[in-house]
């Protein structure tokens, strides 16, 4: 299912995690042969791509909304 995404953050590897419309995150990385996703390199790249829709699996799956995962003290 086609989601815009809404905002962005970090995970604990310093990748960025795509926020979506429908809750669910999703890595988007550039990784280069595999993954070229230039834009998500720089603010302005990633601004650019805000509202712009990724396929999101975990909607067609059914699966529960994600939560940014909280530092366990
Ligand atoms: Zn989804």
């Given at each position: 299912?086609?989601?815009?995404?809404?905002?962005?953050?970090?995970?604990?590897?310093?990748?960025?995690?795509?926020?979506?419309?429908?809750?669910?995150?999703?890595?988007?990385?550039?990784?280069?042969?595999?993954?070229?996703?230039?834009?998500?390199?720089?603010?302005?790249?990633?601004?650019?791509?805000?509202?712009?829709?990724?396929e999101c699996k975990?909607?067609?799956?059914?699966?529960?909304?994600?939560?940014?995962?909280?530092?366990?003290?």
């Open positions: 299912m086609q989601q815009p995404i809404t905002g962005y953050h970090r995970d604990e590897e310093g990748h960025w995690v795509a926020e979506l419309a429908c809750g669910h995150f999703q890595h988007v990385r550039h990784d280069p042969p595999w993954q070229n996703r230039p834009w998500v390199i720089t603010d302005s790249g990633r601004a650019g791509m805000r509202g712009e829709c990724l975990k909607c067609d799956e059914g699966a529960p909304p994600d939560q940014i995962e909280e530092s366990k003290d």
